[in-house]
């Protein structure tokens, strides 16, 4: 290993003309191992570097096309959701509309049937009251015919005598008699 660090140095510090030698000044050297590494590089790295270029460039453009394609199915799934939404709240409206008008209608049956409940009752009460009104004035009726019988009987008693009493039946028995011949 002594050998081959020494000629490394014998060429260092022996540049011949027209021999091996090593350049020490870094700027030079540098540019020229930079340009050949390059060039080494450009040389055979191009079809490697353009193949994996192109599937960079392939795997980017699908998941811009994915992302593309995702993008217009969520588009799409909330222009669903939203005309989902208009339709569920015109529902709901409409719910509510009709809650409110059956709401109003019932209302206005229960009105009705109470109004119609008490007018019966008040016309029950007024039969009633008619009822009563000629209840009362039969029994009144029949309490002056009671008292007027009662009074006639007594006048009777007290003016009647055998003979009124005897001319009273030939009379009637007159009557009777005429009656038989005029339905004859």
Known sequence: MKNVTDSF???VYLPSA????????????????LSVVLGVLIYFGKGVLSNLLDNR????????????????????????????????????HE??????????QEKEDLI?????????????????VHFEQQRAIEQVRQQISRQAVQRALGTLNSRLNSELHLRTIDHNIGLLIAMKNITD
């Open 57 to 92: 460039k392939q795997k980017i453009l699908s998941t811009i096309q994915n992302s593309e394609e995702l993008c217009k199915g969520a588009a799409d799934q909330l222009e669903q959701a939203r005309a989902r939404l208009r339709e569920v709240e015109m529902r709901a």
């Open 112 to 128: 009705n049937v109470a109004s119609a409940n008490l007018e019966q009752l008040e016309n029950f009460k007024n039969e009633t």
């Open 9 to 11: 140095i014998s060429l």
């Open 18 to 33: 027209g021999g091996f030698g090593l350049n020490t000044n870094i700027l030079e050297t540098n540019i020229i191992n």
């Open 95 to 104: 719910i509510r509309v009709n809650g409110y008008s059956q709401i109003e």
